[in-house]
């Protein structure tokens, strides 16, 4: 009888995991990536592995229905396909590209951002408990698809064909979704983070200042103040959560908008590189070509022909 349900049961998964794939097919039929109409909520097709891609994730859950994908947070690597999601809880500055995907067999997959405050208040409301040690893991992880956040996700994309229902109903699928991961696998990773106090809470209040103040001069010690640590703490619980330090941490965030700035705004590089918070033209250019491998103008150069 137990395997005669498990079986029931996986058959359920394997059918809604296919009609996910085929509603992502759809609406990704004319462009690769799909900024929905449902808030936070993005869709993405490839039809061929990628190479690796330096962004920033932002909290949010990531699934596929079909195809595979691999994140490299430092040396360290997450890979997530149609049996596995990935979740991160903090915005983290990560490597990413599609491994698994083909013309035949696209990779089919989504991304929802997770809203944290709403995580904090469904705690509140569901009587879940805060986890009991403060203590803060890698702000990222991978953990196995249930049927049921399968199922809330496929009910979120039906949404798309009423779009008169959405301002209705995608916050009510939103929290479900929430409350399937904070009841899950990864609830005590997602609850130490939304419960304020903690540690990792802490830790993402500094990084959402790191993100809205990269220019500035970093005071280490002033940033753990404001958020109430000592600086030796603030230094081991930023590393466990981010894999880097502080100041790895702004140096990301700078190179990166300075890089966005040149493509896009066509500014030049000393230019860049002073609205970003580097005093020394070179010594942005030395960090540029490390992070990126070529020095700023090839660099631009080639993404430039890359997208044309």
């Not at 799909?34 to 690796?52: D, N, Q, S």
Request: glycine share 6%; with cysteine.
């Amino acid at each position: 009888m137990s395997n005669q349900k498990n079986s029931t049961a996986q058959s359920g998964l394997v059918m809604t995991r296919s009609a996910l794939a085929q509603e992502i097919a759809r609406w990704t039929e004319k462009e690769h990536c799909l900024k929905t109409a449902i808030p936070g909520l993005v869709l993405v097709k490839y039809e061929a592995p990628t190479e690796p891609m330096s962004s920033m994730y932002d909290p949010c859950l990531c699934l596929v229905a079909q195809g595979a994908k691999r994140v490299m947070l430092g040396d360290e690597e997450y890979v997530y396909d149609a049996n596995h999601f990935l979740i991160t809880s903090v915005g983290l500055p990560v490597v990413s590209n599609v491994v698994e995907a083909s013309k035949d067999a696209p990779l089919l997959g989504l991304a929802l951002q997770i809203d944290l405050r709403l995580a904090a208040q469904l705690m509140v409301d569901s009587n879940l408990p805060t986890p009991r040690t403060p203590q803060c893991g890698r702000g990222i992880a991978v953990s196995e698809v249930s049927a049921p956040l399968l199922s809330a996700f496929q009910r979120l994309l039906d949404l798309l064909d009423q779009p008169e229902d959405i301002p209705i109903l995608a916050p009510l699928l939103h929290k479900e979704i929430l409350y399937r991961l904070l009841v899950g696998d990864q609830g005590p990773r997602l609850r130490q983070i939304a419960s304020a106090g903690s540690h990792g809470n802490q830790i993402v209040r500094a990084v959402d200042w790191l993100k809205e103040n990269y220019a500035q001069q970093l005071k280490i010690e002033g940033l753990a103040k404001q958020i109430g640590m000592s600086t030796s703490t603030f230094h081991h619980h930023f590393r466990a959560m981010t894999a880097m330090s502080p100041l790895q941490f702004q140096k990301w965030l700078r190179l990166h908008e300075a890089r966005r700035l040149m493509l896009t705004e066509s500014q030049d590089a000393t230019s860049a590189a002073l609205q970003v918070g580097y005093e020394s033209p070179s010594q942005f250019s030395r960090e540029y070509r490390r992070q990126f491998g070529a020095p700023p103008l090839r660099d631009i150069r080639k993404l430039q022909e890359m997208a044309s």
